[in-house]
């Protein structure tokens, strides 16, 4: 099988001019895409992202919010978590301990487990742009952190990331579409999921844009997946 992973990488302005391709699951049947699947790599890119603006290009960041609310969000987000962290904590402990089959973990752990998910005023933000409720721990807030800081944490380099550009995306009855684990984000047009249809992510954080969503059975499975339609 070729390795798909040699290919070059892109910029997010490169992906601007890519061919967007139709997506189609036949009734009774199951196609699964990523990194590492022949079908539809045509539509597979890896996509570098450099800047604060290509993660608004791309939508993960929305395009009427600054880079300075951005971080200022963020920034409070980290204090209300580590101030959450601390309430409970003993502070006799000094690492992460286990007996008597209880667990007590370090003031870092309990962090950065509060934190993973804690993007308070990130999501008041989002909410605020929107004109929808985004929640503390919704998918929507977890991924604008997620990029935003992996981007911070080496800003010469970027960050690299799995994209399949699509066109309609539907689903039969049926029948599933699995999106394999290492897809970051999926551009498609229309998605449309028919009377027991599935779409099944199994990526740890999937983004997924499209012009309109309709899922007749309400099929989408994924831990970790933020579904933005918008014009």
Not at 5 to 24: D, N
Not at 84 to 101: E, L
Not at 177 to 187: A, P, Y
Request: glycine share 4%; proline share 2%.
């Amino acid at each position: 099988m070729e390795n798909f992973k040699e290919r070059k990488l892109i910029s997010v302005k490169e992906l601007q001019r890519v061919k967007s391709i139709p997506l189609e699951v036949a009734e009774n049947s199951h196609i699964t895409i990523g990194p590492n699947e022949k079908m539809f790599s045509d539509a597979l890119h890896y996509v570098s992202i450099k800047s604060f603006e290509d993660l608004q290009e791309l939508s993960i960041i929305p395009q009427g919010l600054s880079k300075e609310s951005i971080l200022k969000a963020i920034s409070e987000d980290d204090d209300e978590s580590l101030t959450i962290a601390k309430k409970d904590y003993n502070f006799s402990k000094q690492s992460d301990c286990k007996c008597h089959d209880h667990v007590e973990h370090s003031l870092q752990t309990q962090y950065r487990n509060i934190r993973r998910k804690g993007n308070f005023q990130l999501a008041k933000l989002l909410t605020n742009h929107y004109g929808k409720q985004i929640l503390w721990d919704d998918f929507e807030a977890i991924h604008a952190y997620k990029m935003t800081m992996n981007l911070l944490k080496n800003p010469r380099l970027g960050l690299n990331v799995v994209y399949f550009s699509l066109d309609d995306i539907i689903i039969n009855t049926n029948s599933t579409l699995t999106v394999n684990s290492g897809t970051d984000l999926i551009k498609g047009r229309n998605l449309v999921i028919h009377t027991n249809g599935k779409m099944e992510i199994k990526s740890s954080y999937l983004f997924l844009k499209c012009k309109t969503a309709k899922a007749y059975s309400n099929k989408v499975e994924g831990r970790s997946t933020s579904i933005l339609t918008s014009k």
